[in-house]
């Protein structure tokens, strides 16, 4: 597969690493049960890239690094952790049915040793 001209001109969009969660969580997205997604405030600052914001579209890509769709920021919103709402949680279409969970789950993967060294 090569990527639409017209897509190159977008970021891309990675979801987790490639593997098994991407997979995952890009299936989700395109059955439309993952309309929302978290990012750590810190991962922007660090990587010098500007928040997402209204409007900004992205390139999707599985875990071969071939695209798959296109999304576009509907909003976005920086949260403190604590405060992250059920909605949000379901939105994330992972299956986590309370944000406890959510949370938990989130905070393995912000604290793992892999996403550390990517950031």
Request: a negative charge.
């Amino acid at each position: 597969m090569t990527w639409p001209n017209s897509w190159r001109d977008y970021p891309v969009g990675e979801y987790a690493f490639p593997g098994p969660v991407r997979d995952r969580l890009v299936a989700a997205i395109l059955a439309g049960e993952k309309t929302s997604t978290s990012s750590l405030a810190l991962e922007y600052s660090t990587l010098s890239e500007p928040l997402p914001s209204k409007g900004d579209r992205e390139v999707v890509v599985d875990s071969d690094g071939l695209p798959v769709c296109l999304t576009e920021v509907t909003a976005a919103e920086i949260v403190p952790l604590a405060q992250v709402p059920l909605e949000h949680v379901l939105a994330e279409g992972e299956g986590f049915a309370t944000v406890e969970q959510w949370r938990a789950a989130h905070e393995r993967f912000w604290h793992s040793e892999e996403f550390r060294l990517s950031i």
